[in-house]
């Protein structure tokens, strides 16, 4: 070696370590990746802007609420706004994928929809938007998950699942 | 190696003093919020009851909690603390005294000036501050005071080292300077971010100036400074854990080397990461998320090399202490020393807190937990433990070593960390657990109408934890101000910096030199958030007016 002082001593079981620990977070980031893309699991995307001074003027939130595209196939087009959502109740089929849009009149919100994986942060001016399939018939919660002022507690609605 | 103890001056321990007062006094506040909030959750609510109306919300109770003990009570004692060990480690005093008197008092000005409207409910707005909901323009203020105070103060580290440097140009930086001077730059760089929110849009906004903003592009300068926010906190433990902890224990530093390095990949990668708190943001692309998910896995790494390190150089202590066979080192460890065992119960929990970090940075996965009361059940491990009970730790040895008086109660002061070792667990576990089943953060649980009757177990717990933390937490307080009325000691405290087993001046000079790590972080800073941050700023539209009558008044 040329010059010893300019390489790192590095000690057998610290580079068996290091070896490990690089190893789990590629193994991690593959699943992760998979996950992703082989089954669907996706994070939110942007789709769309809107003034939310003026959501009627966006032309999908003139008029919040479900619109059924196909046979069990649904858009559900949501207004958050201090301290509900608009709609705060939606009725679909066993079966049905739904897919959300959510976007926010005033202040920023959550969406969570309760044993899915919808899970969206609602920033005004922008869409949150991820699609979910409803197998099991029953009520699921969409709970506002973003602190959005003093009533924040109370800010949720549900989407009932009838056979 | 011998070291002769370099004397501080009673002028810069009194100066180091002021930062550790403004600290305790915040957590003593803040912390006093957080088991009202735990407590809320088991359905016993002190707010409406006994709180108001000094104490108006519990969102202004949730603010002060955040503020008070993640903004304040973190960056007094870091820059304190920081401040001992630039002057220690360099044996040298600050070049120039005042730039750091001057940058202290501004933080001072700073916390009263947020402090205001806060306590007023007119600034109820979290220490995330997400606009379009406008606290008064004064908190604003106050916290960039804060943050511009810290800057100073580092500006006054960097000067100092630099005379340093031109004195001893072939020297390795001793380590604890060498630590204190990466916390210091990765945390300008990392606060350009909350800058540009809080100059360019938050404050002309509140003050009426402009009209509109783009709550998304808020959002991604926030997340600029809100992760490595947490490294912030972070890296000065990880000072105590590689640097004194190992002589407190009883052995030596086990690589100097691998302990520089670490802070290196720090500094290089805390901040291109931010985007991992924005994975269900609507305006962020998915690829620009799948970037920084695998960037916080690599900053991932060096943490692991710190756990190497730290146990490593435990064990070489637990040995030289006369402990044998695999496991028999750990008995060992001086465990009836306040001070280590403050900061070992850190350790342990750090590490559920770790790999709990790592299931949120893991993109898909973190749909699960966003936004949940997992999230704080998560930081609670970190932030108010592996930092904070490490913090109080140091205090521990610091405080008898700038007042010269022996540590009031050495017993209160283990039974305080056991306590909050064991409240913490309590809490957090509970926490996870019903995040797990989607109960959201930042929620008053008691009023809310949507919970099933499973989660009432686990948020009893939540409850539980709460109060055994806030027991821990006032006796942490008596054990200080009792401290103040001790007798002198007979000796001097000398501050336990650990040696390192090979010496310094074997490590290889690429560790410590500036540039190239300078401009590695910057190059990748670029790629991570260049095209992003300019495709957001360019597109942005200010359509949000400040939204304000929002907090209950």
Same mark, same amino acid.
């Given at each position: 070696?040329?010059?010893?002082? /300019? ?5 057998? *079981? /610290? ?47 003139? /008029? ?36 959300? *849009? ?44 973003? *602190? ?7 800010? *949720? ?7 | ?35 009202? =909030? ?466 310094? =001046? ?29 495709? =957001?700023?360019?597109?942005? =539209? ?12």
């Amino acid at each position: 070696m040329a010059n010893k002082h /300019e390489s790192m001593h590095i000690d057998t *079981y /610290e580079k068996t370590w290091i070896i490990i620990s690089i190893l789990m977070l590629i193994v991690f980031f593959g699943a992760v990746t998979v996950a992703g893309l082989s089954f669907g699991v996706r994070v939110p995307d942007p789709v769309q802007r809107v003034d939310p001074r003026d959501l009627a003027a966006s032309g999908t939130f003139a /008029e919040p609420g479900l619109k059924e595209v196909a046979p069990k196939r649904y858009e559900a087009y949501i207004v958050a706004q201090t301290w509900s959502f608009n709609p705060r109740e939606i009725t679909v089929p066993a079966g049905s994928v739904v897919k959300f *849009y959510v976007t926010s009149k005033d202040v920023q919100h959550g969406f969570k929809l309760q044993n899915t994986n919808v899970n969206m942060q609602i920033v005004p001016g922008q869409v949150s938007s991820l699609a979910v399939k409803f197998d099991k018939p029953g009520e699921y919660d969409f709970i506002c998950t973003e *602190y959005c002022g003093i009533a924040h507690a109370t800010m *949720y609605g549900k989407v009932i699942v009838v056979p | 190696m011998t070291t002769n103890i370099y004397q501080l001056t009673a002028k810069e321990k009194r100066f180091i003093g002021w930062h550790f007062f403004f600290a305790i006094f915040a957590i003593s506040l803040g912390g006093l919020f957080g088991p009202f =909030q735990a407590m809320e959750h088991a359905g016993w609510d002190f707010y409406e009851k006994w709180l108001n109306p000094l104490f108006h919300s519990y969102y202004e109770g949730l603010t002060l909690h955040g503020v008070l003990n993640a903004l304040i009570w973190t960056t007094f004692f870091i820059t304190g603390f920081l401040t001992f060990l630039m002057i220690y480690g360099l044996k040298r005093p600050l070049k120039y005294f005042w730039l750091n008197a001057l940058g202290f008092w501004l933080m001072v000005v700073g916390l009263t000036t947020a402090a205001i409207p806060i306590l007023m409910n007119e600034a109820s707005v979290l220490y995330t501050f997400y606009p379009p909901m406008k606290a008064h323009w004064a908190f604003y203020v106050g916290v960039t005071l804060v943050v511009v105070g810290s800057w100073i103060e580092g500006w006054g580290f960097y000067i100092t080292y630099y005379g340093w440097r031109k004195e001893h140009p072939r020297t390795r930086t001793p380590i604890i300077a060498f630590m204190s001077l990466v916390t210091m730059v990765m945390w300008q760089i990392a606060t350009l971010g909350a800058a540009a929110e809080l100059l360019v849009d938050l404050i002309p906004w509140s003050l009426g100036l402009k009209a509109g903003l783009d709550p998304q592009l808020d959002r991604t300068y926030f997340w600029w400074t809100g992760h490595p926010l947490v490294y912030f906190w972070l890296l000065p433990a990880y000072i105590s854990w590689y640097a004194f902890l190992p002589r407190q224990a009883g052995g030596k530093l086990f690589s100097d080397s691998l302990a520089r390095f670490s802070f290196w990949l720090f500094l290089l990668l805390s901040v291109p990461v931010g985007f991992h708190h924005q994975y269900v943001d609507p305006g962020v692309p998915e690829g620009w998320k799948m970037v920084h998910s695998l960037l916080t896995y690599s900053v991932f790494f060096p943490s692991m090399l710190t756990a190497f390190t730290v146990v490593a150089s435990l064990e070489n202590a637990g040995r030289a202490n006369g402990g044998k066979g695999l496991m028999g080192w750990l008995a060992k460890l001086p465990w009836n020393d306040p001070s280590v065992l403050a900061q070992l119960l850190a350790g342990i929990l750090y590490f559920f807190g770790g790999i709990g970090g790592l299931i949120n940075a893991s993109y898909n996965i973190n749909l699960v937990v966003h936004n949940t009361a997992w999230v704080p059940g998560h930081f609670h491990l970190t932030v108010s433990t592996a930092v904070t009970l490490t913090f109080m730790g140091i205090l521990y040895w610091m405080i008898p070593y700038l007042t010269g008086k022996e540590l009031w109660c050495k017993k209160c002061a283990v039974i305080q960390v056991w306590l909050w070792f064991i409240g913490m667990t309590i809490f957090s576990n509970a926490m996870h657990v019903v995040g797990l089943l989607g109960a959201p953060r930042r929620t008053p649980l008691g009023q809310a109408p949507y919970i099933p009757e499973e989660w009432a177990g686990h948020l009893f717990r939540v409850g539980i934890g709460g109060f055994i933390l806030l027991i821990s937490l006032y006796m942490f307080v008596a054990v200080v101000i009792g401290s103040l009325f001790t007798k002198k000691l007979e000796k001097e405290v000398e501050p336990p910096v650990a040696e390192s087993l090979l010496d310094p =001046q074997t490590t290889p000079r690429w560790l410590d030199h500036w540039a190239p790590w300078l401009i590695g972080a910057t190059i990748l800073l670029i790629i991570a958030y260049g095209p992003q941050l300019i495709y =957001q700023i360019q597109t942005a =539209q200010f359509t949000s007016p400040p939204i304000t009558n929002i907090f209950g008044n």
